[in-house]
Structures are given as structure tokens and as C-alpha cells.
């Protein structure tokens, strides 16, 4: 039985994490850290685990929760998760870290984005773990980047596209949406409910900081520099992301042929979904589930491919692929405790 700790648990990747590893038939959850909740039950943070999670939230000591795990997930946020993350590599203990801090190879570019790295090293060193594309080297790896929910659903929606050559490098123009639990459980005035209720706005137009890892990753599938134009936006609903991509083809292809491309890319994923031609899919069908599924068409009209993907921004998008990783870095069967279908309606 794998010993797990969960570290920034009283979060809502925090609690997907402790939803779905109550499950998982080969681990135990053996510690729980929060900084603001500490000495609380999960189940008085959480109700939906009571009589089920009976841990007491502790502050977060990092030798401390060394010797009561062998893996670690940090739910922190950034900056904080690079505060610890170190100790737990150096006390060699296996590492998923679900904030921005290890996705960017380049320390200059987290420095644009956020502020100067405290242990840049571990940048190289550090796995972007997106299973679908990185499977071995996860596998072998002790500090895993786990993706951020927008550039899941972008690079998925993607990858066969670049890999194949099909589209115009420069036309590609990436429109998502998120639900509001993408913005975190803190309080904010943005995310109020009558802030957000019946409304609709897109926010960090041209400054996203999940813009540098949308174009990292896709620049190392199409094997040279990309810069893409990323919008995300802001709904009224509780979780789930819709990313609708535009690209130019390099060619005259049929939604058909393209489509066929996709399910040979994707053939053999337990978690990527194709869907028909004329078939394109919702957040509600993958809702609480670690899918990601894909649709496509070819506009002949304006020669452009539109790809629309969708996740739950966190499952898929934080908490389950976690799990993923989890499972592939331990020689788990990849799906194991992540089979659960998306809750309809």
C-alpha cells in the first residue's frame, strides 16, 4: 500500500484528491496539511467525506510529513510549493506538484510571468506530466509538473495537429472557458456569486500566465517556436473547461480525414474521447470525470480547423491527471481509481 500525503488539502484540488483516492486500492492517505485549517477535521472543511475521511488537518512541517508518506502531492499554490517541494525530493520521497512552479523549463520566462524561482535547477529536472504525451518519462521520474487546467485542454486539442505538420504554426487561436472553481476556494469579489451569476467576461487578455506553458509545450510537438493568441474566459458554472481552437491548414483535408488522424493519435488512451463527425462535446459529459473529449471540423469556407475540447478543470485538469501520474510513476495500472463516469446531469 503506497503512503500518500496531500499537502494545501483544504482546497478544491485538495478534496478532488481526497475524493478520488478514497478508491484507489493500493494507496492510504496518511497525511493532510493546511496552513489555514490546521487542527480541523477534512470533514468539518468538507462534509461530503464525513464518516468516510476522518484525518485532522496538520500545519505543514515537511520532514514531519516525509516520515508519515512516500509520495507527496502539493496543492499549494505557487511559490509556496517551491518552498517545499526540495526537502521532499532531497528526503526521497516521490513528488506531484499541482501549482505553476515546475512547468517552465526556462527560470527567465517563470520570472516574466511570476517572480524569480528559488530553486531554478529543478526546472530541467522536473517532468511536464501530461500522460498522453510524456508517458516515459514519467515513469521514471521523482518531480512531476502537473499540467494547468487550460493548457490540458489546448495541447490535447493539439497534439495530432502538430505532430502531423497540418496547420499554420502562426494562425493558431486558442478561445476557452472555465468554470469558477478554476480561480481557487479563497475569497475574491470576482468569483462572488453575484459577481458572477448570469454573466459572462473574459479575463488576463494577452497576460495569462498559462500562456508561456500552452506555448512551451506545443512548440516542443511542432519541433520550433510558436506563439498562439490565448483568451480564456470566465463562466457561471461550478467546474469545466471549453477550449475552442482555430488553426489554419496547410492543405485541403475533410473533417473525415482529420478525424481519422485524431483516433489514430489517441488510439489506445483510456481517457481521451474522439467524438463523430457533427459530434461536438460539453462540459456536462465529462463533468467530475478524468475524460477529455474532442470534436473537430474542417471550415471549407475559411480553410481553418476548429477543435473543441473539453475537461473538468479539476479532474482532468488537476486532481485526476495527478492521479495519473501517480499511477504510471508507481507501475499502477494507469487507470486505477480514476474510472469513475462523468455525474449526468
Known amino acids: 500500500m503506497l503512503k500518500v500525503a496531500i499537502v494545501g488539502a483544504s482546497g478544491y484540488t485538495g478534496i478532488e484528491l481526497l475524493r478520488i483516492l478514497y478508491c484507489h486500492p493500493e494507496v492510504a492517505v496518511t497525511c493532510v496539511t493546511s496552513e489555514r485549517s490546521a487542527g480541523k477535521p477534512v470533514s468539518g472543511i468538507f462534509p461530503t467525506v464525513r464518516g468516510r475521511c476522518?484525518?485532522?488537518l496538520e500545519n505543514l512541517e515537511p520532514t514531519r510529513v516525509a516520515e508519515k508518506a512516500d509520495f507527496i502531492f502539493t496543492a499549494l499554490p505557487h511559490k509556496a510549493a517551491m518552498e517545499v517541494v526540495p526537502t521532499f525530493l532531497k528526503l526521497g520521497k516521490k513528488v506531484v506538484d499541482l501549482s505553476?512552479?515546475?512547468r517552465l523549463k526556462n527560470p527567465a520566462e517563470y520570472e516574466a510571468w511570476y517572480e524569480p524561482h528559488m530553486n531554478p535547477a529543478l526546472l530541467k529536472h522536473a517532468v511536464y506530466g501530461l500522460p498522453e504525451l510524456r508517458r516515459e518519462k514519467i515513469r521514471k521520474a521523482d518531480l512531476i509538473a502537473n499540467p494547468g487546467c487550460y493548457p490540458t485542454s489546448v495541447i490535447l486539442g493539439l497534439a495530432p495537429l502538430l505532430k502531423k505538420?497540418?496547420?499554420?504554426?502562426s494562425s493558431v487561436i486558442a478561445d476557452s472557458k472555465s468554470g469558477v472553481s478554476g480561480a481557487g476556494r479563497a475569497a475574491k469579489v470576482d468569483t462572488l456569486f453575484c459577481e458572477v451569476h448570469n454573466g459572462f467576461k473574459a479575463?488576463?487578455?494577452a497576460t495569462h500566465r498559462h500562456t508561456p506553458e500552452i506555448e512551451q509545450e506545443l512548440s516542443l510537438l511542432a519541433g520550433e517556436k510558436m506563439t498562439v493568441s490565448f483568451t480564456p474566459h470566465l463562466v457561471p458554472i461550478d467546474r469545466g473547461i471549453?477550449?475552442?481552437?482555430?488553426a489554419q491548414l496547410n492543405g485541403l483535408y475533410t473533417t473525415e480525414q482529420i478525424l481519422k488522424v485524431y483516433e489514430e493519435f489517441y488510439d489506445g488512451e483510456a481517457f481521451v474521447r474522439i467524438l463523430p463527425e457533427g459530434d461536438f462535446p460539453s462540459t456536462r459529459h465529462v463533468q467530475g470525470?478524468?475524460?477529455?473529449?474532442i470534436g473537430l471540423t474542417v471550415d471549407p469556407r475559411t480553410g481553418r480547423v476548429v477543435v473543441v475540447s473539453v475537461i473538468d478543470n479539476l479532474v482532468k485538469g488537476a486532481s485526476g491527471q495527478a492521479v495519473q501520474n501517480m499511477n504510471i510513476m508507481n507501475g499502477f495500472p494507469e487507470n486505477m481509481g480514476l474510472e469513475t463516469l462523468p455525474f449526468f446531469p
Open 54 to 56: 476522518n484525518y485532522i
Open 100 to 102: 505553476a512552479d515546475y
Open 165 to 169: 505538420r497540418m496547420i499554420d504554426l
Open 203 to 205: 479575463y488576463g487578455v
Open 242 to 246: 471549453l477550449s475552442t481552437i482555430y
Open 289 to 293: 470525470s478524468n475524460f477529455c473529449d
